[in-house]
């Protein structure tokens, strides 16, 4: 029986793609530099790879944040100082939410039925702001956070963390739904957690991984909890 339901937030609850973009033109305005057509398509393909190395324990976000713009930057011939642009991003990234399509509804239908936790790697008052601004926050009776753990998911720490705040449960009592094979999936796996897997991107799932559920749609998930 699933007592605790623990819950990814970018692109699994928030769109984290559409967050991005919008803050990238609202940064790009606000500094005067002219929109490329690939600039958005370089910095999914370089923050997606710099998040896998602070999955993977070898980055940090402080070293994130004074990398990746300069990064994207170098990669589509810019001239623009990256930390500069960073600062930017970030302000207008805090203050910007478009939910996924079934979120808050799926939120409403666990919420009392379920202990919800909110996991992220994201940065805490970022994730905590954009939680509230898109009416999400007061669903959730834990915040785990990266930042305030100490440890990143999926690394197991993390989540000792988690379940030492939900005395009485086991993994086995637990579901983690998102949208990420590597931090929530395999987190999951490795520690026992029942697992939902948010296919947001609609890819060919993983053939040699097998997960308790896969959904395509948030409100999939009614059926089975």
């Known amino acids: ?15 984290f793609h559409a967050c991005a973009e919008a803050s990238m033109n609202a940064a790009l305005a606000e500094n005067r530099i002219p929109k490329k057509e690939t600039l958005f398509r370089s910095f999914l393909k370089i923050n997606d790879g710099l998040w896998r190395e602070i999955e993977q324990g070898v980055l940090t976000k402080e070293k994130l944040h004074q990398i990746r713009w300069n990064q994207v930057f170098a990669d589509q011939d810019i001239d623009f100082d990256g930390v500069l642009f960073e600062k930017s991003f970030l302000k207008y990234l805090a203050q910007t939410v478009f939910p996924i399509e079934g979120a808050s509804s799926l939120l409403a239908y666990l919420s009392g039925k379920y202990i919800l936790c909110a996991v ?7 994730q905590r702001k954009r939680l509230k601004a898109a009416n999400m926050l007061s669903f959730f009776d834990h915040l785990f956070v990266s930042e ?13 963390a988690c379940f030492a705040a939900l005395p009485g449960i086991s993994p086995e009592e637990a579901m ?7 931090a929530d999936m395999m987190g999951g796996l490795r520690y026992g957690i029942q697992t939902c897997w948010f296919n947001y991107h609609h890819s060919e799932p993983p053939q040699d991984l097998s997960f308790t559920h896969i959904v395509n749609e948030l409100k999939e998930i009614k059926y089975f909890l």
């Open 1 to 15: 029986m699933i007592k605790a339901v623990l819950l990814d937030v970018d692109n699994t609850l928030l769109d």
């Open 120 to 126: 992220t790697n994201g940065p805490y008052e970022q």
């Open 148 to 160: 305030q753990i100490g440890f990143e998911k999926p690394s197991e720490s993390f989540f000792d």
């Open 176 to 182: 983690i739904i998102g949208d990420s094979i590597t």
